[in-house]
């Protein structure tokens, strides 16, 4: 069973940076499909960015020029680089991961894709 352990939240001010990290453990190779998607209060989890396998990434255009997805295979880890951060990025962002594929998706962003999720952790933006 694939696990997910994400860390590296934390406040910062309006203008800052945070770069988070996602550790996955419990399965052989690599993985398809990795995502960032996020929750403020009250509301709906939206995808944030992806990255297949191959190295293709997407983003949600409120984070695209300020947000950088990457991932280091030797390590298992998924991060995600947050820079220009404002007080709406404030959520719980959550990594998620899709094992198994062979298509590239309309939008990659969907949470249904996604199979494996973290536990979250909490970036808060002050103004």
């Known amino acids: 069973q694939v696990q997910l352990v994400e860390s590296g939240g934390g406040s910062v001010q309006a203008g800052g940076s945070l770069r988070l990290s996602c550790t996955a453990s419990g399965y052989r190779g690599s993985l398809y499909l990795m995502a960032w998607f996020r929750q403020a209060p009250g509301k709906e989890r939206e995808g944030v960015a992806s990255i297949y396998s191959d190295g293709m990434p997407s983003y949600t255009d409120s984070v695209r020029g300020r947000f950088s997805i990457s991932q280091d295979t030797a390590k298992n880890t998924l991060y995600l680089q947050m820079n220009t951060l404002k007080p709406e990025d404030t959520a719980v962002y959550y990594c998620?991961?899709?094992?198994?594929?062979?298509?590239?998706?309309?939008?990659?962003?969907?949470?249904?894709?996604?199979?494996?999720w973290g536990h979250g952790t909490q970036v808060t933006v002050s103004s």
């Open positions: 998620a991961a899709r094992r198994f594929g062979s298509l590239r998706y309309k939008d990659s962003l969907q949470a249904y894709l996604y199979a494996e």
